[in-house]
């Protein structure tokens, strides 16, 4: 498993057939592709956590294509962080603390 930190932003990295977003969704939807999970631990841990080149619904643990995915992580009264995480061979855990607004 993978841990990592949030940092600034990445480039988009969609040159890649294979991280494009109908790629994603097909292997998404086919249980024959390679899956693995994400986990993101958030803080303030009501934090919305949403996916900026997919349309799927983040769920804690949920399975995903080996591929590039842009995530913005979120709450009111806190300064949002947008971040582009890899998925290949390894189940995926991040930890993402917000800044509140007025710190």
Known sequence: MIEAKVSEPV??????????????????NNPDKAAYKLTIYTNPEAAQVRFLNLKKIYQNGMKLAPGDYNIEISRK???????????????????????????
């Open 77 to 103: 009264g806190f300064i949002s962080k947008k971040q582009w995480i890899t998925i290949d061979q390894n189940h995926f855990k991040l930890q993402v603390t917000l800044v509140p607004e007025d710190y």
């Open 11 to 28: 480039p988009a990295k969609n040159s890649n057939p294979e991280t494009n977003t109908d790629t994603l969704i097909s292997n998404f």
